[in-house]
């Protein structure tokens, strides 16, 4: 099992001031530095904010409000590959496809969403914590065929337990 805990920048589309990152995998192992499994997956790609206005235009003294919202999520098959440790750390390298719903709310409302397939690719450094337990740091690009949310990076903390 692995589950990471992170945050996304370099969105492409608007919003994109990036946000909060999370995924979860079941991997199994295929060999001795393989392991493939299926990943759930959900990645906040910003908000925009700004001021309420009038009918004119005119920006109302009541402060900003969120005006929209955007946010990947999905389930992914993945394939992980290892390194021989060096140094108390193993490098890690990750690849996934799988399908994509990026979705744009305002304050829970459904503003629209669009369905996609896409990949991503990683790499990070692993250290054993124990026999079964692991802690690492990783760096993940996001590729969607879509014109809403075409990519991202997202780079956090993952734990693993074997």
Request: aromatic residues 8%.
């Amino acid at each position: 099992l692995a589950g990471s805990l992170g945050g996304t920048f370099a969105v492409l589309g608007e919003p994109n001031g990036g946000g909060a990152s999370a995924s979860l995998a079941a991997l199994w192992p295929v060999s001795e530095r393989l392991a493939f499994g299926v990943m759930v997956h959900g990645d906040d790609a910003g908000a925009r904010v700004d001021s309420l206005r009038d009918e004119s235009g005119v920006a109302l003294d009541v402060g900003e409000v969120e005006q929209a919202h955007r946010a990947a999520w999905g389930v992914s098959w993945r394939l992980d590959a290892t390194a021989r440790p060096r140094f108390g750390l193993t490098p890690v390298a990750s690849a996934t496809w799988g399908a994509y719903r990026v979705a744009d709310d305002a304050q829970g409302r459904d503003l629209g969403h669009v369905g996609s397939v896409g990949w991503s690719l990683a790499a990070g450094l692993r250290r054993d914590l124990g026999p079964h337990v692991g802690l690492g740091a990783y760096v993940r690009y996001h590729r969607l065929f879509n014109e809403t949310e075409g990519r991202f990076v997202s780079a956090g903390l993952e734990g693993t337990w074997r």
